[in-house]
């Protein structure tokens, strides 16, 4: 899987509103111990924690659905890449591999 298919990947965790697929998701895209923050939530810990936060998110999201916007740079175990929420909002992620998998999350409102 290269990087920009794990961060469409990580993108399709936000998008699921079914909260078990959303799990089955997470299984295979983020580690267990994963960590995730942004302006609104620091620091969520686990699978369970970041799928709450989710489902409360989307209440608020309508039918929009995040994409991908550039894969802005990559090196070592990380990357920066930007996404937008249908019309409604931009920002920018920096993301933490570990393997083939997300270890953390670090969230930027545009």
Excluded at 11 to 18: K, Q, S
Excluded at 24 to 33: C, E, I, P, R
Excluded at 48 to 72: C, M, P, T
Aim: hydrophobic content about 40%.
């Amino acid at each position: 899987m290269t990087t920009t298919d794990l961060i469409n990947a990580y993108l399709d965790i936000w998008n699921e509103r079914d909260a078990a697929a959303r799990e089955a998701l997470m299984k295979s895209v983020l580690t267990g111990d994963s960590i995730y923050s942004d302006p609104d939530y620091e620091g969520l810990r686990g699978h369970a924690e970041l799928s709450e936060a989710i489902g409360r998110a989307q209440a608020n999201f309508g039918d929009l659905r995040f994409a991908l916007g550039d894969v802005i740079g990559v090196h070592h175990d990380r990357a920066l890449f930007t996404w937008r929420l249908g019309e409604a909002a931009t920002g920018y992620d920096v993301v933490e591999f570990d393997g083939d998998r997300i270890r953390s999350v670090v969230g930027f409102f545009g």
